[in-house]
């Protein structure tokens, strides 16, 4: 049920949408920023393995689950396919909910339907076993990063994402390769550069939702910690399995007793 419809904006306190966990779960997985793409296939795998495995009621991926998406149509090329395969089989087993990232953005209804997933809005009041946590992807709360806002503000219009869904799906695959190669790799957004949420914003929002507790990826620097008195964060940490010098990628899971972090289920 979303509790207002008014779009978030720089300095505005963005509506948010409320879940209400079934009491009869047990156990939440989060897990954001695993950028997955065809040329990291151990970090594909440790995901495909902890969603088949994992011993939660309900996995929720919170942003930047592709290193690029393109639009949903790209979902019948091979690796887009064999990532919603994936999910359209643990969607069977167990609920799995996805909010977009900075990098995932354009994935839409037609996806979210084929592979299963329900769809949360940035961000969510997640309310589960009494507890109230506010989901984030975290790239919103980043208000250091000044062209970083000014480029999500135009590239999430609506006039924006028509004009570029309606090129050509080839130009688009294009045009992303060449920003990534443009931006080397993940350094410009993605926190590694040194960004981080900005804590009077992040409490303003925990605030106006009634949450003592955040959960956001984004910055990749996992780690749990107070930001005022009764509020706290728990931010999640990028997966990269295929880095051999500093192999990753963990899972934050919520149950009654609150928050612990876990390697992934490898079954
Ligand atoms: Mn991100």
């Given amino acids: ?34 950028h ?13 393995a902890h969603l088949r495995h994992t011993p939660a009621d309900a996995v929720f991926m919170l942003g930047d689950l592709f290193e690029v ?12 396919r064999s990532a919603m395969d994936v999910m359209a089989e643990a969607a069977s087993h167990r609920q799995l909910a996805f909010m977009v990232g900075n990098r995932d953005f354009l994935l839409g209804h037609a996806m979210l339907r084929a592979s299963g997933l329900i769809g949360l809005p940035d ?31 135009m590239v999430r219009s609506d006039a924006w994402q028509a004009r570029f869904l309606a090129r050509p799906l080839p130009e688009r695959q294009q045009l992303a390769a060449e920003m990534r190669r443009a931006s080397a790799g993940r350094q410009r957004f993605d926190g590694e550069a040194g960004v981080d949420a900005d804590i009077a914003e992040a409490v303003r929002w925990m605030h106006a939702s009634g949450a003592a507790e955040l959960v956001h990826g984004h910055t990749h620097r996992p780690a749990s910690h107070a930001l005022a008195p009764g509020f ?36």
């Fill in 1 to 34: 049920m979303p509790a207002g419809a008014a779009p978030a904006g720089i300095g505005a306190l963005p509506a948010h949408f409320e879940f209400n966990a079934p009491a009869a779960w047990r156990a939440i997985d989060f897990i954001s920023d695993l």
């Fill in 36 to 48: 997955l793409s065809a040329e990291m296939p151990l970090t594909f795998a440790a995901w495909a």
């Fill in 69 to 80: 998406w393109v639009g949903d149509d790209a979902r019948d090329c091979p690796f887009e």
């Fill in 123 to 153: 961000p969510t009041l997640l309310v589960a076993w009494g507890q109230r946590v506010l989901l984030s992807h975290g790239d919103a709360l980043c208000l250091d990063d000044a062209p970083y806002q000014a480029f999500r503000q």
């Fill in 232 to 267: 706290k964060r728990h931010v999640l940490g990028d997966w990269d399995r295929d880095d051999a010098a500093r192999p990753r990628g963990e899972v934050l899971r919520l149950t009654r007793d609150g928050f612990q972090r876990l390697p992934p289920a490898d079954g």
